[in-house]
């Protein structure tokens, strides 16, 4: 997957592949993240990139002709690449919306600043927008940063244990369970006994239930949206009754 991401803060974006796992899948071959800054396309001796708007207001807008230049210009670089401009105008990115970007070929993620682009770009060379939630930004490279990480993680190969993926918060419309590792007690609360049992099919189970649980307390609205298949209702019917026989 490429990803040329157009941007005023090259420096800024490069950070995103230095570590964690963008970098492995940047040093796997499987991301290429490269910039492209409108600055380089400016004429006049100051360089120029923002303006002041028509209509007055506070605030500056890029202007169309130095973005226009470098998005044709990433456009060239990755032929056929979807336009995706970072806006808090934009559709909100979740699962469904990471899955479908991670099976792009290529993508190029325009970041505005100021108050934001000239519309006439949007309605000429932008695809889609994408925002990454209900607030706003001084810039779209943090919302870039975060469409390459979770997008990298999606990759063919970058995950060590492909199983991980799976079992994430969101996958199977779940919030992901609770996990813990050595000391077996710390500060005086002990694992639970079922994850040091051994006993696979206990652990699977437990794991299941508790997923259930975290969503519905943490997320009702998911949890609901997903309703109870045959699987979870005798996973929660089982734990009422064992939580019932035991405060008798
Ligand atoms: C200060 S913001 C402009 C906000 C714009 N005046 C508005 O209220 O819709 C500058 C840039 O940051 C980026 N940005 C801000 N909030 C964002 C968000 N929630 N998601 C994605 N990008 C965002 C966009 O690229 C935007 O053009």
Request: hydrophobic share 45%.
């Amino acid at each position: 997957m490429r990803v040329t991401v157009v941007t005023l803060f090259p420096e800024l974006v490069a950070a995103v592949g230095d570590s964690g796992i963008p970098r492995v899948a940047m040093e796997s071959g499987a991301l290429q993240v490269d910039t492209i800054s409108p600055r380089d396309f400016a004429v006049n001796r100051h360089r120029t990139v923002d303006d002041r708007p028509f209509g007055g207001g506070p605030g500056m807008l890029m202007i169309p002709e130095t973005l226009a230049a470098a998005i044709s210009a990433a456009k060239k670089r990755t032929i056929g690449a979807r336009v995706l401009l970072m806006s808090p105008q934009g559709r909100r990115l979740d699962r469904a919306a990471v899955h479908a970007l991670a099976d792009e070929a290529a993508l190029i993620l325009v970041c505005g600043r100021y108050e934001g682009i000239d519309h006439r770009v949007i309605d000429t060379l932008v695809d889609e927008q994408v925002s990454i939630g209900d607030y706003v930004l001084s810039g779209g490279e943090l919302g870039a940063m975060v469409v390459i990480d979770a997008i990298a993680r999606r990759l063919p190969g970058v995950l060590g244990d492909a199983e991980s993926v799976v079992q994430d918060s969101f996958e199977a419309q779940l919030l992901d369970h609770p996990h813990y590792t050595r000391p077996d007690v710390w500060q005086g609360m002990a694992v639970p006994d079922v994850l040091r049992s051994g006993d696979h099919r206990a652990i699977e189970a437990w794991r299941e239930l508790q997923r259930l649980c975290v969503t519905a307390t943490a997320r009702p609205d998911l949890f609901y949206q997903r309703g109870l298949d045959e699987r979870a209702r005798a996973l929660l019917t089982a734990e009422w009754l064992h939580s019932a026989a035991t405060n008798v």
